[in-house]
C-alpha cells in the first residue's frame, strides 16, 4: 500500500527558531517526486518544495530544507529563522511518475503554530 | 482572476437538495482533479479530467458526478448527499496528468456542511 504517515498532528515554534517536521512514506516503486505542502488558515495550498527521489541532494528553497534518506524513506522538513507566516498545516505527499494517472498521496498533515 | 478559483466558498444543503461546486483555472491546464479533504484524514482524490476526459475515478459513490465541459472548468454535481459527505471540496489542476513531474495548483476549496 503506497501511504504517507506525519506523526505528528500539531508543532509549536518560537519565532526565529527552528523547527523540523517528520514524514515517513511507503512505495515499492522507484520513480517518484516528494512534496511538501503549505496550506494556511482558510488559504490555499501552495507546494513549499519538492524533492526528485532520484536525486541525492537534498532540496532546498530559501528557509525551507528537507533531508531525504531514500533508504529510510523518510523526508522531513526543516523551517529555518520560522516567522509568524509560517503558521499553517503541512503535508506531507509523494506522486509516482509514469503511469496513466499519477495520484498524489498525501499523509494526514502536521499543524505548525510560530509563536511571537 | 488569476490561478485556481472556486465556487461557492461555502455551502450548507440539505440531504435532498441538489447543488453544484464549480472551478475554474486560469494556468492553461490541461489537467483538473477533485479531492476531498476530512480532519485528520489525508487528501483523498476523487476525480481526474486530462485534456476533458475523465482518467480517474476513485471509487466515488454516484452522488458526486463531475462533469469537465472544457480544459478550464470542472464541476462537481451533488446530490442527495450523506452527512458523512461534509467537507472541504479542493480543486486542482497542473499542466498534465500523465507526469508526476507536473506541480499541482489549488483552489481555495469549498466548505460543504450536509444537514
Known amino acids: 500500500a503506497q501511504t504517507v504517515t506525519q506523526s505528528q498532528p500539531e508543532m509549536s515554534v518560537q519565532e526565529a527558531e527552528t523547527v523540523t517536521l517528520s514524514c515517513t512514506y511507503d512505495t515499492s516503486e522507484s520513480n517518484y517526486y516528494l512534496f511538501w505542502y503549505k496550506q494556511p488558515p482558510s488559504r490555499q495550498m501552495i507546494l513549499v518544495i519538492r524533492q526528485e527521489a532520484y536525486k541525492q541532494q537534498n532540496a532546498t528553497e530559501n528557509r525551507f530544507s528537507v533531508n531525504f534518506q531514500k533508504a529510510a524513506k523518510s523526508f522531513s522538513l526543516k523551517i529555518s529563522d520560522s516567522q509568524l507566516g509560517d503558521t499553517a498545516m503541512y503535508f506531507c505527499a509523494f506522486i509516482h511518475y509514469g503511469g496513466a494517472t499519477n495520484k498524489l498521496i498525501f499523509g494526514t498533515g502536521t499543524l505548525l503554530a510560530v509563536q511571537p | 482572476e488569476t490561478g485556481v478559483t472556486q465556487t461557492p466558498r461555502h455551502l450548507v444543503m440539505g440531504m435532498t437538495n441538489k447543488k453544484s461546486l464549480k472551478c475554474e483555472q486560469h494556468?492553461?491546464?490541461?489537467?483538473m482533479y477533485w479531492y476531498k479533504q476530512s480532519a485528520k484524514k489525508p487528501l483523498e482524490l476523487m476525480f481526474v479530467?486530462?485534456?476533458?476526459?475523465?482518467?480517474e475515478n476513485n471509487s466515488v459513490p454516484s452522488r458526486f458526478s463531475p462533469e469537465c465541459p472544457n480544459s478550464s472548468h470542472l464541476f462537481l454535481h451533488l446530490h442527495t448527499l450523506q452527512p458523512e459527505d461534509s467537507a472541504l471540496y479542493l480543486c486542482?489542476?497542473?499542466?498534465?496528468?500523465?507526469?508526476?513531474?507536473?506541480?499541482?495548483?489549488f483552489g481555495p476549496g469549498t466548505r460543504l456542511t450536509v444537514t
Open positions: 494556468l492553461g491546464h490541461n489537467a
Open positions: 486542482a489542476s497542473s499542466q498534465d496528468s500523465t507526469s508526476g513531474a507536473y506541480e499541482q495548483y
Open positions: 479530467y486530462n485534456f476533458k476526459e475523465q482518467t
